[in-house]
Nanobody, 123 residues
Framework: QVQPVESGGGLVQAGGSVRLSCAASGGTFSGYAMGWFRQVPGKEREFVAAITWSGDSTYYADSVKGRFTISRDNAKNTVYLQMNSLKPEDTAVYYC????????????????WGQGTLVTVSS
């Protein structure tokens, strides 16, 4: 059973940058589109970004477009999220999973959710 393992979060000032990583434990992400999601306590998890298996197409939520970049290294079985120009409203626990869907669409994640990685943006 594949388990996503997220890392790279931390405390950063507004306007700063962070790069998150998502590695596959117990298997691979082979053949899967991958995505990043985030969740603030008390709110629903929301879609952030997606990338195809080949990496040739990406898709972003409007709230992060132009600031975040999703990428992947299939040889390393790892997906990344480069987060620039961070804002306090980006504060959340960030998760990755496969076959992502934008908000408003039914989504059944193929893998169990990992622990996530907390990003805190101070103003």
């Amino acid at each position: 059973q594949v388990q996503p393992v997220e890392s790279g979060g931390g405390l950063v000032q507004a306007g700063g940058s962070v790069r998150l990583s998502c590695a596959a434990s117990g298997g691979t992400f082979s053949g899967y589109a991958m995505g990043w999601f985030r969740q603030v306590p008390g709110k629903e998890r929301e879609f952030v970004a997606a990338i195809t298996w080949s990496g040739d197409s990406t898709y972003y939520a409007d709230s992060v477009k132009g600031r975040f970049t999703i990428s992947r290294d299939n040889a390393k079985n790892t997906v990344y999220l480069q987060m620039n120009s961070l804002k306090p409203e980006d504060t959340a626990v960030y998760y990755c999973n496969a076959d992502p869907k934008p908000d408003g669409y039914y989504y059944s994640p193929p893998f169990d959710w990992g622990q996530g990685t907390l990003v805190t943006v101070s103003s």
